[in-house]
């Protein structure tokens, strides 16, 4: 029989094993947290750069379209024709009408919707009639042609007979127009711009034969 001090010690109970050290499970954490951490900046820094970028980008397309396309040029009018219509009675005074036929050259790449706008007419400085322009269209790098019924107020051209009488002895009337028709111009069928046509005219209308004598315009178009 074995004496006791032969005997092997006795393994420890399970519960009294000793537990493993949470040193290296604590450090992956850290090295795990850092590196997600760490991807996720990345990706936002990438995601500001190319948000950067895209936006650099449209800026620099929106540049170049307002500098080329977007830019409103000046149209240009010529006065065709005037035609003497009629007689307008009026209470106080004979008016007569007059109609004029008008080129306007649209040389935007850009279609030109006008609405309703008005001329003036001066004689030697005093106003001495008015016309309605009515809706219309103008294409792109297109003409449209406008024909204007004037009304020619007979107390204002004969406020000067004297000089009236020169001028038409001269067979030569000078006059001034003023125009303003307020619009929009459609770009790729996208950019609308409201847009105003102003067009200013020194005109000479022969007389009797109502011929366009000579005619200077400065044509312009504000956003």
């Known amino acids: 029989m074995a004496s ?17 050290p949470k040193e290296d499970n604590v450090h992956d954490h850290d090295d795990l ?6 991807r996720r900046r990345r990706c936002r820094c990438i995601c500001l750069l190319v948000t950067l970028g895209a936006l650099l980008l449209l800026g620099i397309t929106l540049l170049v379209l307002f500098l080329t396309v977007l830019r ?6 010529q006065l065709l024709s005037a035609r003497f219509v ?3 009675p009026s209470l106080n005074q004979l008016n007569f009408t007059v109609l004029l036929t008008v080129s306007v050259h649209n040389p935007n790449p850009a279609s030109f919707s006008y609405d309703s706008g008005t001329t003036g007419i001066w004689y030697r400085g005093a106003h001495v009639g008015d016309a309605q322009v009515d809706p219309g269209h103008i294409p792109s ?13 007979t107390s204002s051209f004969m406020a000067d007979l004297a000089q009236l009488l020169k001028d038409l002895e001269a067979g030569a009337l000078p006059l001034d127009s003023s125009a303003r028709i307020p ?13 105003v046509a102003y067009s ?5 209308i022969g007389f009797p034969d109502m ?5 200077m315009c400065h044509d312009h178009a504000k956003l």
Do not use: Y
């Open 4 to 20: 006791p001090a032969n005997e092997a010690p006795a393994a420890p109970p399970p519960s009294m094993a000793m537990p493993l």
């Open 33 to 38: 947290h850092r590196i997600n951490k760490s």
């Open 72 to 77: 409103v040029r000046d149209p240009s009018t």
């Open 86 to 88: 009629g007689l307008q």
């Open 141 to 153: 790098k297109g003409d449209g042609v406008l024909q204007l019924e004037l009304t020619v107020l």
């Open 183 to 195: 619009g929009k111009v459609a770009l790729l069928g996208v950019f609308k711009l409201k847009v």
């Open 200 to 204: 200013d005219c020194h005109i000479v």
């Open 211 to 215: 011929r366009i004598r000579s005619q």
